[in-house]
């Protein structure tokens, strides 16, 4: 009706609408699947890195899996907490450094667990700490700039390519 198409046309214009609306559902679930695998190949990545630091006695397998995913549970939770005590927080210098401080303090946290964790064994606190203290600000400032730069990169995938555009600009990030 808006076109003003009447017969074949019309039906033609329908169908194609109709095939759209299925693909963005499934171009989504795709570009969630690969989200989630790119997230899973960090986090294999992560402890490849620290297998081959701390010794390579370990194997990977369905509990690095699980412990990966246990990881980015941490992790998630951690920020999920500084962006909820950001949005709470106003503008104020002292605002903005308590935020900060929390960043900071979580991401210790994460960090000096990440290790153990991920690798599945115990390591004594005193020999990750001050990986975890480097790590801890380089992740504040590596988020720092991703708030600068990806609002534009997820425009710029979202606007040609949808859903799986997003998707597609957050696996890069990851």
Same mark, same amino acid.
């Given at each position: ?65 699980? *412990?990966?995913? =246990?990881?980015?549970?941490?992790? +998630? #939770?951690?920020? %999920?907490? !500084?962006? /909820? &005590?950001? $949005? ?37 606190? *005193?020999?990750? =700490?001050?990986?975890?203290?480097? +790590? #801890?600000?380089? %992740?504040? !400032?590596? /988020? &720092?700039? $991703? ?28």
């Amino acid at each position: 009706d808006v076109l003003n198409l009447h017969g074949m046309t019309a039906q033609y214009v329908r169908d194609a609408s109709t095939s759209v609306s299925a693909s963005i559902r499934s171009a989504t679930v795709v570009g969630i699947i690969g989200l989630i695998w790119t997230a899973f190949g960090f986090t294999s990545a992560l402890w490849r890195v620290y297998d081959r630091a701390w010794g390579g006695h370990s194997h990977a397998g369905p509990r690095a899996w699980v *412990r990966g995913f =246990a990881w980015l549970v941490l992790f +998630t #939770a951690a920020h %999920t907490i !500084v962006a /909820l &005590a950001r $949005s709470e927080m106003g503008h104020a210098t002292s605002s903005v450094a308590s935020v900060l401080v929390l960043q900071l303090i979580l991401g210790f946290a994460v960090w000096i667990v990440a290790r153990s964790l991920l690798l599945g064994r115990k390591l004594p606190w *005193r020999v990750v =700490a001050p990986g975890a203290a480097l +790590t #801890a600000p380089g %992740t504040v !400032v590596f /988020l &720092a700039g $991703s708030s600068l730069v990806m609002p534009g990169v997820i425009d710029d995938s979202d606007a040609p390519l949808g859903p799986i555009g997003v998707a597609i600009a957050l696996g890069f990030w990851l």
